[in-house]
């Protein structure tokens, strides 16, 4: 008797949604166009009203032509967190990546590039973004990741360029808190961090992101959250924390008044970084 042996994706993306077919569509398009083809989609809808359950429906029927292995839950749930925890239960795949409705993937070959690289089975896997431009016939507004070491600073990138291992989730029972409502991600990342021991960068961007969500709507509070989480998993003193707050709203309200100045000012404070990096990596050791 030949035992057959169960086959696990590399990928498993999770698209949470709810009331958002026009967005639901545009991921679906960007997921679809991929070059490669061992991974899963799973939707996950907190009982949308509008057209998006017709149209998962109309997908799970569909041949080979769509996206296969293809699944989706459609029940009320307790938010976008509850959602990805249901989405963490749900996946098969090596690696997660949570990819919203509206998100897109950055490119047609995203997919292909980063495959290899899980090989290696780290951890960990981040690269850079892309956001809608301002105007239409601008091009998309490149996000370059900082590194991993800065997020006791925020977000090093979107939460759509990181790339989970599974196992270390399922090792370690992690899962997104309900406490916060905005910087849930942030929480989480951290607490991912803290068990992983092997994190890569890819230097192309993975996402581009959906501007408008609840962490541009409610960014004050994302901010208070972020410094609840540092208190809570004690990365830095008090004193850190404050400045860091400080520093947040700063960069928020410059951001604000004048993007392109805001963008300037932080490839600058990149680049030093970057430059300072490789002058420690160049000194010789004794």
């Known amino acids: 008797m030949s035992i057959v042996k169960k086959h696990f994706p590399v990928f498993t993306i999770v698209t949470v949604t709810l009331n958002n077919y026009a967005g639901l569509q545009k991921t679906y398009n960007s997921i679809e166009s991929q070059d490669f083809e061992d991974f899963e989609w799973i939707v996950i809808d907190g009982g949308s009203t509008d057209e998006t359950v017709e149209f998962l429906r109309a997908k799970r029927s569909a041949t080979r032509t769509a996206l296969n292995p293809f699944r989706f839950v ?24 949570f990819l919203n409705a509206g998100d897109q993937l950055a490119s047609s ?7 290899p690289f899980t090989e290696k089975k780290p951890a960990f896997i981040y690269g850079d973004s892309l956001e ?25 990138t979107h939460h759509q360029a990181m790339i989970y291992n599974r196992l270390v989730i399922r090792d370690h029972k992690l899962h997104y808190s309900l406490l916060y409502e905005i910087a849930s991600d942030y929480d989480f990342t951290l607490r991912f961090l803290q068990k992983s021991k092997k994190m890569l960068y890819i230097p192309r961007p993975i996402c581009i992101f959906e501007q408008g969500g609840i962490s541009q709507q409610k960014a004050s509070k994302g901010r208070y959250e972020q410094y609840l989480i540092r208190e809570n998993l004690e990365i830095v003193s008090q004193t850190q924390n404050l400045w860091i707050g400080f520093i947040q709203i700063l960069s928020w309200r410059l951001k604000t008044i004048s993007p392109p100045l805001y963008r300037f000012l932080k490839s600058l404070i990149l680049a030093w970084k970057e430059r300072k990096v490789t002058k420690k990596s160049k000194k010789p050791t004794s």
Request: net charge positive; charged share 35%; proline share 4%.
């Open 109 to 115: 070959d995203i997919l292909s590039v980063i495959a």
């Open 132 to 156: 809608p431009p301002i105007k239409k016939e601008q091009e998309h507004i490149y996000k370059k990741a900082r590194r991993y070491k800065d997020l006791k600073w925020g977000m090093i």
């Open 74 to 97: 459609s029940e009320s749930d307790e938010g976008i967190y509850d959602a990805m925890n249901t989405g963490i239960k749900e996946a098969r795949g090596r690696y997660i990546l």
